[in-house]
C-alpha cells in the first residue's frame, strides 16, 4: 500500500521540495515505479512528486522511469528519517 506523508518536511534553500511524497518505504522494485506511474497524473504539469523509497533500485529506476514518460527527475535528497526521496517533476 502506497500513502502519501505529510511527515516529511525537510526543504533544501537550493532543492525544490515535493508537496506530495508517496511512502514506499519497505517497497521493493517495482512497486514504488508502478505508484509513481499511478499517481503522477494526480499532480498538475510543473508541479513536484516525490517517492519515498528505501529498496536501492530505486535510485536507478526512478530517474530512468521519468527519461521514458518524458518527465524530468529532480533530485534525490533524504527525508528525516534517511531514506532516500527521488523528486519528480510532471512535464506532460
Do not use: N
Not at 21 to 32: E, I, M, S, T, Y
Not at 48 to 55: C, E, I, K, P, Q
Request: aromatic share 6%.
Amino acid at each position: 500500500m502506497t500513502a502519501y506523508s505529510s511527515k516529511l518536511t525537510i526543504h533544501f534553500d537550493d532543492d525544490p521540495w515535493p508537496e506530495r511524497v508517496l511512502d514506499c518505504r519497505g517497497q521493493l522494485c517495482p512497486a514504488p515505479i508502478i505508484a509513481l506511474g499511478r499517481h503522477i497524473g494526480e499532480v498538475a504539469v510543473g508541479e513536484l512528486l516525490g517517492v519515498a523509497a528505501d529498496d536501492p533500485a530505486a535510485r536507478h529506476d526512478v530517474p530512468a522511469w521519468a527519461r521514458m514518460r518524458g518527465q524530468e527527475f529532480v533530485v534525490e535528497r533524504p527525508a528525516e528519517d534517511g531514506v532516500p526521496v527521488y523528486v519528480v517533476r510532471r512535464i506532460s
